[in-house]
């Protein structure tokens, strides 16, 4: 915490990016008061105006305006891949630490899983999962999670093995310390920054797949305001209204290098031994 | 690498195989919707009695236990039958030969695209390390790797295909004018991310104490580059060039979708859109297969090539 502070006011990238961070969340929590329409309400008759200064992004199939739903679609989109963020972090630093700290049969058993996963495309296994299951928020990130929670079962169960071997930890064995103390006041305090940093440069990719689910149909489905699903929708209307396609791309370009940006600088800012 | 390592790794690759099998096996019994009811669906004039279905789901084997019905389909499997699509109305594997060489020529092709960028630039910004031309590549490799690649397709499409005029938009087959657009739009966001490796793996070689040996010695800035730290920084590259050409192979299906190349992710999406999981499970395992064969020749080339793995027979 106290490096963080240090960080805003020493590193300016960092501040800088954090700052960035903020605003993204803040037009996502601000979406309906910056939304000038609704962005579900179809008026047919606006269907697929041009932008203008009434509609700035133009108007999709329905008549529903295209610069509000970008808005609403940042709350969506936002929420969406942070949820998924904190549930492959949770899965995969769980698994990974129970793992690692009471190695034998249940090392045994979630590193094989893991091994078999990691040898493998993750995107292509996540479109089947996603797809078999049927297309909904939910089980798109149920397939992202089946497919990345290895790398941080990986990172935290190296950790774990590291700082067992550490005199605090030994002698907080030898005093009669239980394991779900030496866990939680040991352990987990000692892995969790380097696992946050990961999981905060990973918000940009997962960002992408998840979008990338949606895109073909197999992540949030209609008429969620979701960014990867309104390209989805642009893309049918490539040649009479580009605009669609143009700008909820955009938003997620720019989300992912806000994120991308905030991620490097967190790693300077909270792991100074890393360089480059 | 021996020959006892590469038995281990080959049969690593039949556990994964059997993993996944099983796995998207148990899904497709979990998913919602009854393959018996879908395969008749096609035919709506035809009345069907509940006694008719379960004759077929009996002949089909489908009223068996799960684990039955997996050993079944395992067994069928490893003699090359991995069942029957009745979305295209041919078996699996016919179809599968069909899509593969689509979706082997997209990735030959951006791989190469990406070679002939990443590797230069990668060089080249190494070299002039904290230059102009250095925080210019990295900008550009930041953007790169920020760039959803679905957007970036519909983008070039867009300016290139319709603004433009210069390629067709229309795709569905396999030739050099349909191919240059997803090629071009994997082979960016491909080369920005494998020219920062590029960069790194050699800035560590340049790092090296070998490196100031040379200097000191008085040789020549582009001796040292071209004869001594290249020649070691390529061993890593060739690893992470088999590493994104499998990814390619999983990676390119939202690609394929925005192009309607005839590819295996786009055969992928399609069948799962359809609900023909015996297609979905036959692609899946096929990349799968891939993906884990040119790893593995990728790890035994890089042991053929380094001489010091080879001495001690690793």
């Known amino acids: ?276 | 690498m021996k020959n006892k390592q590469i038995w281990g790794r080959i049969g690593q690759i039949v556990l994964v195989l059997l993993g996944i099998s099983f796995v998207t096996f148990a899904l497709v019994m979990l998913s919602p919707g009854d393959p018996v009811r879908q395969m008749i669906a096609g035919n709506e004039d035809i009345v069907v009695s509940q006694v008719e279905i379960d004759a077929l789901r009996h002949e089909l084997g489908l009223d068996k236990p799960f684990i039955f019905q997996y050993l079944d389909w395992l067994g069928r499997a490893v003699q090359g039958d991995f069942g029957f699509s009745y979305m295209v109305k041919k078996p699996v594997v016919e179809e599968l030969m069909q899509s593969l060489p689509a979706t082997l020529i997209l990735a030959l092709a951006s791989t190469l695209f990406m070679l002939v960028f990443s590797l230069p630039l990668g060089i080249y910004s190494a070299v002039k390390r904290n230059s102009v031309f250095d925080y210019a590549v990295r900008g550009l490799t930041f953007f790169g790797v920020s760039i959803p690649n679905f957007w970036m397709g519909l983008m070039l499409l867009w300016i290139f295909g319709l603004k433009l005029g210069w390629l067709p938009i229309v795709g569905g087959r396999v030739s050099l004018e349909t191919l240059i657009l997803p090629a071009t739009t994997l082979g960016i966001v491909m080369a920005a991310k494998y020219t920062r490796q590029v960069r790194t793996t050699v800035l560590e070689e340049l790092n090296q104490d070998y490196v100031v040996g040379a200097r000191a010695r008085g040789m020549s800035e582009s001796y040292i580059l071209w004869r001594e730290v290249l020649p070691n920084a390529m061993l890593p590259l060739i690893t992470l060039l088999g590493l994104s050409f499998g990814n390619l192979l999983g990676g390119a299906a939202v690609v394929e979708i925005v192009f309607s190349w005839p590819g295996l992710g786009y055969l992928a999406v399609q069948s799962i859109i359809y609900r023909d999981f015996q297609l979905v499970q036959g692609i899946v395992l096929w990349i799968a297969l891939m993906y884990m064969v040119i790893n593995l020749v990728v790890d035994i080339s890089y042991n053929r090539l380094d001489p010091r793995l080879r001495k001690e027979g690793r």
Do not use: C
């Open chain 1, 1 to 276: 915490m106290e490096n963080l502070i240090n960080g805003l006011k020493n590193n300016r990238a960092f501040a800088f990016s954090s700052f960035l961070v903020l605003l993204l969340i803040g037009i996502a929590l601000a979406a309906p008061l910056l939304a000038p329409y609704d962005p579900l309400e179809a008026t047919m008759k606006n269907a697929y105006l041009p932008p203008s200064s009434e509609h700035l992004f133009g108007t999709d199939k329905l008549g529903r305006d295209n610069f509000s739903r970008v808005l609403y679609g940042a709350s969506y989109s936002l929420s969406s891949v942070l949820l998924l963020v904190a549930v492959i972090f949770a899965v995969g630093t769980s698994l990974g630490v129970l793992a690692g700290y009471f190695g034998g049969k249940v090392d045994t058993v979630i590193m094989r899983i893991s091994d078999m996963m990691i040898s493998f495309p993750g995107m292509i296994l996540a479109i089947a999962i996603a797809g078999i299951m049927g297309g909904s928020l939910i089980n798109a990130i149920i397939a992202l999670t089946i497919v990345t929670w290895t790398k941080y079962a990986r990172l935290a169960r190296s950790m774990v093995l590291k700082i067992k071997k550490r005199d605090f930890v030994e002698a907080a064995v030898v005093n009669g310390g239980k394991p779900t103390h030496i866990l939680w006041k040991h352990i987990v305090p000692n892995i969790l920054p380097l696992m946050i940093i990961t999981a905060a440069s990973d918000i940009g990719a997962m960002m992408m797949e998840l979008a990338g689910l949606s895109f073909l149909g197999f992540g949030s489905q209609p008429p969620a305001p979701e960014w990867g699903l309104m390209l989805n929708e642009g893309r049918q209307q490539l040649q009479t209204a580009p605009w669609l396609m143009f700008f909820p791309g955009l938003a997620i370009f720019l989300t992912v290098v806000v994120f991308n940006l905030w991620g490097d600088s967190l790693r300077d800012v909270l792991d100074p031994r890393q360089e480059d």
